[in-house]
């Protein structure tokens, strides 16, 4: 899923799914099956990255001394699994998740072109083409601040998953 851009990616999944089999809506946004092809076409690149990142994480966690702790104490592999590795493991999947939120949202842009999507990303294109500026420039903001309000609540939410990150001030 990395090495395709998202609009091969989106077209690929056109001609599979709604040429050939004929599963699924080419594009518009009549109903949820509509939402399927855009959906797997914005995942599809991030799923790769989170997948790594999350086994690298818990594979990380699980050599730390309060993981062997736990075990010796005779915890369950699941719990240790659950209340230790996991946990702690999903600080950096987090910052994945905020930092790839930009992504998607580039990738909406061209996503929604291809499956006829209306949305932001398609306004955007007709505001390029149409040489709107204004609406373009406002695009752009809304876009940017939906960034920095996502990474804004990524941050504080370290605090919820490892305490004494919120008592470091």
Known sequence: GLSMPIFWTGLVLIV????WLNWLPVGGAGSLTHLVLPAVTLALPSV???ARMTRSAVL????EDYVRTARAKGVGEFLVLARHALRNAFIPILTLLGLQSGQLMGGAVL???????????RLMVKAI??????????????????FV???LIVDLSYGLLDPRIGRQG
């Open 16 to 19: 599979v799914f709604s040429l």
């Open 48 to 50: 790769a990255m989170i």
């Open 60 to 63: 990380d966690v699980l050599r």
């Open 111 to 121: 996503t929604e072109t291809v499956f006829a999507w209306p949305g932001l990303g």
């Open 129 to 146: 083409f149409a040489r709107d500026y204004i609406l373009l420039q406002g695009a752009v903001l809304v876009f940017a601040l939906a």
């Open 149 to 151: 309000i996502i990474n």
